[in-house]
């Protein structure tokens, strides 16, 4: 289970980043996270992957205390996720050879992994070379080669075209069904949070407060995109949004 | 080979053709013992190949050679590091005290403390070399945006990590655009510290043939100065091409 308990942020210049977020997820659990821009989401993000510390409040996994990088956490960021300079395979391959995995073992499950997300015959590209869909699926490929009982996703799709964000975010929500991993996705899209959260964490303009927790049961069907329930979800949503604003 | 790899080397041809032509052109129209022509000047190169200009090359390889992998060894790791706020404020100062002053006039400097030997050279090229090495590595380690640094942090990236896959590779490509301009400048600076003191290199080969009015010993030199500044621009290049492939 995360646990976020009246996190604040204030930057050391004296912006206010976020202010008393309190929420939980729990485990296996999805959990969208949605605010407009400039409101928190990504330092929130940082803050849950231990990197950044909070100026007030705590962050807790299963009851302990993130005060560095969780080993079963990976993150996976919109731009700056991929390194530009490193191959498809070296990119996979990265956390694995930081955590100092055999060379043996590291080949093993990059490849499985490549061959498994239609990756295989890419591997020595460089990210350019690549479309933006599939940056983001070795990006995925990446978080997953870790094996992380946790994925923090901070707008991993937002850059790509309408068709290509459907199809990785059916990928995603097939992903969470099977391996059972625990999510945290930060998004600005309304349907995306209610395709994918099974709970939906809502924010204030910055600083970003909780403004709304919004249960989402009818999800986790890739189906659920076309369902009654899923519209009335989004505008349950969007309506709890502007709200706020 | 790719068509345009073979293309690329074509281009060359012709811009060297071009360029021996303009000068056989002007030694034409100047008919000067001042500007001989090529081909004399080429007979010129074979018949000093035959007595020193070999070695006089390898001497003048061996000291700018040195003296830029001295530049580098030092002004890599101080560039990079000044990634840490602690060290930058403590290296910052420095070049910008130093880095403006045209480091040539410390030459009398550095012929008190080292002598007129070689050593002096070296040290005088390498100087100037690793101050335009050292502001561009440091522009650079400076600018890598922090979500890398974070995204690798994440993984459970340490220190040593940080500097292996983000901020070196970053810088590399950077380095390397400093590295050309030091490379001609190094080779000017090569001239000038061969031109004293010394009786060996094309410096000297080309000071002493022009004392003697030796032309196309002169010439003989210039040509290995170019063919030296050369060299070190095409090795530069291949390394260039292996390690930023992702450029
Ligand atoms: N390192 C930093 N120093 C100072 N201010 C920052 C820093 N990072 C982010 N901010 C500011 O904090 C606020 C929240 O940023 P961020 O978490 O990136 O928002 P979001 O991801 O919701 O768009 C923004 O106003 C941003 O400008
Ligand atoms: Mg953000």
Redesign the interface.
Known sequence: MIEALNVSMVYPNGIKALKNVTFSVEKGESCSIIGPSGCGKTTLLFIFSGILKPTNGRVLIDGKEVVSPPKNAALILQDFGLFPWKTVYENVCLGLKIRKVNKKEQKKIVESLLKNLGLMEFKNYYPKELSGGMQQRVAIARALALNPDIMLMDEPFSSLDALTREKLQNFLLELQNRDNITTILVTHSIEEAVFLGRRIVILSPRPGKVVKIVDNQGMGDVDYRNKREFFEKCREVRKSISLAI | MSRSEKKHKLSYLIAAFLLILAWSVISHLLNSPAVPSPHLVFLSFIQQLERDLITHFLISAYRVVYSILLALSLAIPIGLTTHEKVVDSFVAPFIYLLYPIPHIVFLPLIVIFFGIGDLSKIILIAMIVFFQVLVTTRDAARSV?K??I????????NKK?IYI??IF??A?PKIITAMRIGIGTSIAVLFFAESFATTKGLGYLIMDSWSRADYPSLYAGIVSMAILGFILYLILELVERRVC??M
């Open positions: 945006n979500y890398y974070y995204s690798l942090l994440s993984l459970g990236a990590d896959h983000v590779p970053f590399l492939k992702w």
